[in-house]
C-alpha cells in the first residue's frame, strides 16, 4: 500500500467514524444537546459532551466531572475505561478515532505556508501536555471548589478547542438564547481555538503534540498496548524513510512505540523493505495462513471432482439468500429505523446499539450476496471454490457480531428490549440458520475438491441440506409474518 493511499484510507475511516459517534443530526438543527442513555459511555476520542451530535460523553469531561465532585474521591468507571482503553489502542485513537485530530490532518493538507512537522523547542514543548494532564483536569479541579464542594471543568472552559469547534461554536450558531449569553471566557476559547487552527496549517497536529491530555494518557500505553509497531531487524537498512513520512519526526526504526507516535501507520506503507508491521497485522497475516489457501500454491484434485454443477447451484441459492436479506433487512428495516431517527423530535429514545445490530446484518447480507456471484463466476475453478467457505464464514462472524452488540445493548438500554430481544433476533434466526447450512455446503465443496471423492451418499447429503437451506429463505418471511 502507498503512503498517500493509506492516507486516504485513514482520512475517510476518521469522517466515518466522526459521522457515526456525532449522528444526532436533530441536535444541530434545534441547538439542544443530545440527552440519550448513552451519554454514560465515554468516547475514546477528544469529542465534547456539548457537541449537539454527540452520543456519548468526552473522557476528558467526564474525568474532570468525577474529580471535582465531593461525592467522588475518585472514578475507577473512568480511570478504568481510559485504561482498557489504552491498553488494547494506545494512541491508535489518537490517529484514527480522535474529531479534533482529523481537524488538524486537514488542515495541514490545505497547501499554503511552508510545512515544518515540529515547532522550535520541540524536545521540551512536548512534555507540556503532561504539565496540562496533571494541573488542569486533576489539581485546579480538585483544589479549587465552591460551597457545594464542586470544582468547575478547567481544561473544559479554558483550553479544550475541540470542545469551542464542535459544540461551543454550533450551539451558539443556532441557539438565539447562548448568543445572548457569549461573554469573555468564550471569546477567550474562540482565540485558543483560532491559534490552533492557524498554527496547525504550517505545523503537523500541534494540539496533539503538545497541549492534548488525553492524548498524553494513551501515549502512556503506547509501549505496552495490544496495538504496537514491530522493527524487522534483518529487513531494516535505517534509510530514515519511516522518520520522512511520520508527521510527528519519530525514528521509527530506533523508538517504534515512543509515547508520541499517533499510530497513523504512515511509516509502515513507507517502508520500501516492508520492515515495520504492527502486532495486529502480524496477527491477521497468521491467520490469513491458518484460515486461506493460497490459490496459485494449492494443489488440488479439480479435475477429478464433478463440482462445476454443485457450484453453480449453491451460487444460485446464496445469491438469492443475499438478495433476499438484503431486501429484507435493508428495504425493510434499516431504512426505514434512519430515517425515523432523523425525523422524530425526541432525544432521550435514540439507542446506536439497534441501527449498528441492523447495519452489520445488511453487510452481511451483502456478503452473502457476493459469495454467491463469486461461485457462480468461479464454478469451474476448483482453485478458487476451496476459499467459498471462508467467505462465508466471515459473513457469520459479521452476524455474531450484529447480535452481540444487539444484545449488549438492550441490557444496557432496556427500551430496545422489546426491538431487538423481543422481535429482530427472533426475525433474524433463520437466516443464521441459512448461513450455517451454506458453511456446512462449502466445506462439502472444499472437501470433494482436497479429496476428489463424490460419492452417491455425499451427493444425497447435499442435496437434502440445499433443500434445508432454501426453506430457511422461506421461513424467514414466515416468522416476519407471524411476529407481526
Known amino acids: 500500500m502507498t503512503p498517500k493511499r493509506q492516507s486516504v484510507i485513514r482520512t475517510w475511516f476518521q469522517a466515518a467514524w466522526f459521522v457515526l459517534t456525532n449522528s444526532y443530526i436533530r441536535g444541530f438543527t434545534k441547538g439542544k444537546i443530545f440527552a440519550g442513555n448513552t451519554k454514560v459511555i465515554c468516547f475514546p476520542g477528544l469529542n465534547c459532551y456539548s457537541c ?144 490552533c487552527t492557524i498554527t496547525a496549517i ?130 425493510q428495516v434499516f431504512y426505514p429505523s434512519i430515517i425515523n431517527r432523523l425525523t422524530i423530535d425526541t432525544y432521550n429514545d435514540y439507542f446506536p446499539a439497534y441501527l449498528v445490530f441492523e447495519g452489520l446484518l445488511v453487510i452481511a447480507a451483502a456478503m452473502l450476496l457476493f459469495t454467491g456471484i463469486y461461485l457462480i463466476i468461479s464454478c469451474g475453478r476448483s482453485d478458487r471454490l476451496i476459499s467459498v467457505a471462508e467467505k462465508i464464514t466471515a459473513a457469520l462472524i459479521m452476524i455474531v457480531a450484529a447480535y452481540v452488540i444487539g444484545i449488549v445493548g438492550a441490557i444496557i438500554d432496556p427500551k430496545t428490549k422489546s426491538q431487538i430481544l423481543g422481535v429482530t433476533i427472533y426475525y433474524y434466526a433463520s437466516t443464521v440458520f441459512g448461513i450455517l447450512i451454506a458453511l456446512f455446503l462449502a466445506a462439502g465443496i472444499k472437501k470433494m475438491i482436497l479429496t476428489g471423492d463424490s460419492d452417491k451418499k455425499r451427493t444425497i447429503i447435499w442435496m437434502l441440506f440445499s433443500f434445508l437451506y432454501l426453506a430457511a429463505l422461506f421461513l424467514t418471511q414466515a416468522m416476519r409474518m407471524w411476529v407481526v
Open 52 to 195: 449537539p451530535g454527540a452520543l456519548a460523553a468526552c473522557p476528558m469531561g467526564s474525568l474532570q466531572a468525577v474529580m471535582g465532585n465531593s461525592s467522588y474521591r475518585i472514578s475507577l468507571y473512568v480511570f478504568g475505561m481510559l485504561s482498557a482503553l489504552g491498553v488494547v489502542f494506545g494512541r491508535l485513537i489518537c490517529g484514527w478515532m480522535c474529531p479534533f485530530g482529523l481537524f488538524q490532518d486537514l488542515l495541514h493538507k490545505i497547501p499554503i505556508m511552508k510545512k515544518i512537522k515540529n515547532l522550535p523547542g520541540h524536545k521540551y514543548l512536548k512534555y507540556l501536555r503532561y504539565v496540562i494532564l496533571v494541573v488542569f483536569p486533576i489539581l485546579l479541579v480538585s483544589i479549587f471548589t465552591d460551597l457545594t464542594g464542586t470544582g468547575d471543568p478547567w481544561f473544559c472552559e479554558w483550553i479544550c478547542p475541540s470542545g469551542m469547534l464542535f459544540g461551543g461554536i454550533p450551539l451558539v450558531i443556532v441557539n438565539e438564547s447562548l448568543r445572548q449569553a457569549i461573554g469573555g471566557r468564550f471569546i477567550w476559547k474562540l482565540i485558543v481555538l483560532l491559534a
Open 202 to 331: 504550517k505545523v503537523y497536529r500541534p494540539f496533539c503534540k503538545y497541549m492534548c491530555p488525553l492524548g498524553a494518557i494513551y501515549g502512556l500505553f503506547n509501549p505496552i498496548s495490544s496495538y504496537r509497531l514491530v522493527i524487522d531487524k534483518e529487513k531494516c537498512v535505517s534509510c530514515r524513510m519511516c522518520q520522512k513520512a511520520c508527521g510527528i519526526d519519530i525514528k521509527t526504526f530506533e523508538t517504534p512505540n515512543s509515547m508520541d507516535c499517533i499510530r497513523c501507520g504512515s511509516c509502515i506503507a513507507a517502508c520500501p523493505k516492508g520492515a515495520i508491521s504492527s502486532t495486529w497485522g502480524l496477527k491477521r497475516d497468521k491467520i490469513r495462513e491458518r484460515c486461506f489457501i493460497d490459490d496459485e500454491k494449492t494443489e488440488t484434485k479439480a479435475s477429478e471432482a464433478p463440482v462445476k454443477n454443485k457450484a453453480v447451484v449453491f451460487g444460485i441459492l446464496t445469491v438469492i439468500h443475499g438478495l433476499y436479506a438484503v431486501y429484507m433487512i435493508f428495504y
